[in-house]
């Protein structure tokens, strides 16, 4: 039986080094759309506080396949404002915006994503998908 591309990417890095990855990632878009520590732990599924601030600081840590499936939506929301809009500050500042999609209901995509459900996420992520015709 063929190994599925998963499994092969997944042999390749440790827990530790996929979740120190991850985490790097998470945060340099966290800077970009310029959220704050509290939108950022709730964007995370609201880890304590302790162990939150440890990832920040050191950007390493071995995270839950929840908090891994959470960044994986972010990066995929972050991504798909990159092709969608025209420059990288408009795709930036996005997120932030009110939007008049129904989804949305006037608010703006954090609004939405800070609910704090990994729902919200993927809705937000099937949303942009669907503007990208994916």
């Given at each position: 039986?063929?190994?599925?591309?998963?499994?092969?990417?997944?042999?390749?890095?440790?827990?530790?080094?996929?979740?120190?990855?991850?985490?790097?990632?998470?945060?340099?878009?966290?800077?970009?759309?310029?959220?704050?520590?509290?939108?950022?732990?709730i964007l995370l599924?609201?880890?304590?506080?302790?162990?939150?601030?440890?990832?920040?600081?050191?950007?390493?840590?071995?995270?839950?396949?929840?908090?891994?499936?959470?960044i994986s939506y972010?990066?995929?929301?972050?991504?798909?404002?990159?092709?969608?809009?025209?420059?990288?500050?408009?795709?930036?500042?996005?997120?932030?915006?009110?939007?008049?999609?129904?989804?949305?209901?006037?608010?703006?995509?954090?609004?939405?994503?800070?609910?704090?459900?990994?729902?919200?996420?993927?809705?937000?992520?099937?949303?942009?998908?669907?503007?990208?015709?994916?």
């Amino acid at each position: 039986m063929a190994a599925k591309p998963q499994d092969v990417a997944a042999a390749r890095f440790s827990p530790e080094q996929l979740s120190a990855t991850a985490l790097k990632a998470f945060f340099n878009i966290c800077d970009a759309w310029g959220l704050n520590a509290e939108d950022e732990r709730i964007l995370l599924g609201a880890p304590p506080r302790s162990t939150f601030f440890k990832w920040k600081s050191n950007r390493i840590g071995n995270l839950a396949v929840d908090t891994l499936e959470r960044i994986s939506y972010i990066m995929g929301i972050y991504k798909a404002l990159h092709i969608l809009l025209p420059s990288a500050e408009a795709a930036d500042t996005w997120v932030k915006k009110a939007n008049t999609t129904p989804m949305f209901a006037g608010k703006s995509a954090l609004d939405r994503m800070r609910a704090g459900r990994v729902m919200d996420l993927a809705d937000v992520r099937r949303y942009l998908d669907a503007e990208r015709g994916t």
